[in-house]
């Protein structure tokens, strides 16, 4: 149960932020005893994989607090995002998968099943997170995009740590993000409602 959630949490910090997870998975599993990663996934660990992480998580962390490039990150993460969520989840819930060199053994011993768990919490973490920003960016002016992303950012590594020390907590964490989901849908609701109510007076 407790891999479980530390797999969902990382998963759903995938959703916010692809590259935050997997970092913090390889830094505690290569610096200190917090995280055994399981075998086949050593690979988080290692120094270049380190490195390119912390170059990727660097153009990631600018790119999304500027206005309308943020929507062109969010395009591209829409593919990168639940990767990393899928990643997350395997290494997370110390599933060990086969070698991609023998994807019959691979598909059929289910041991994809946890990775595309995955990456279908990450996907829609990603999916509330899209959609939220357009929102966000109209309602301010776009002034709002450093700050939301700040705490996106911010939710990311508290969710990433939770899910590795507390995975208990991992449930408060996901309870807050529905709860933005459903501000979100709220939001949008309202805002096209206005738009609606707007064209019909113009039109009356």
Known sequence: MLEALTGTGL?????????????????????????????????????????????????EVVADKVPVVDHVNDVVQTVVRPTAGGL????????????????????????????????????????????SRPVVNATTAGFGAPVASTAEDIGSVVMSVLAILLPVLVLVGLLVMVLAGVWVVRRRRRKKALVSSGSARLGG
């Open 88 to 131: 997350a989840f395997g290494a997370g819930s110390s599933s060990e998968t086969v070698t991609v060199s023998d994807p019959g053994s691979f598909f059929g011993s289910h041991q994809w099943v946890p990775i595309a768990v995955g990456v279908v919490i990450a996907l829609v973490v990603h999916g509330v997170k899209a959609s």
């Open 11 to 59: 998963a759903a910090s995938a959703g916010l932020n692809a590259y935050i997870p997997l970092l913090t998975m390889g830094v505690l599993a290569r610096y200190t005893d917090t995280i055994d990663l399981p075998i086949g996934w050593d690979w988080l660990s290692n120094g270049w994989t380190l490195l390119i992480l912390a170059l990727l998580l660097a153009i």
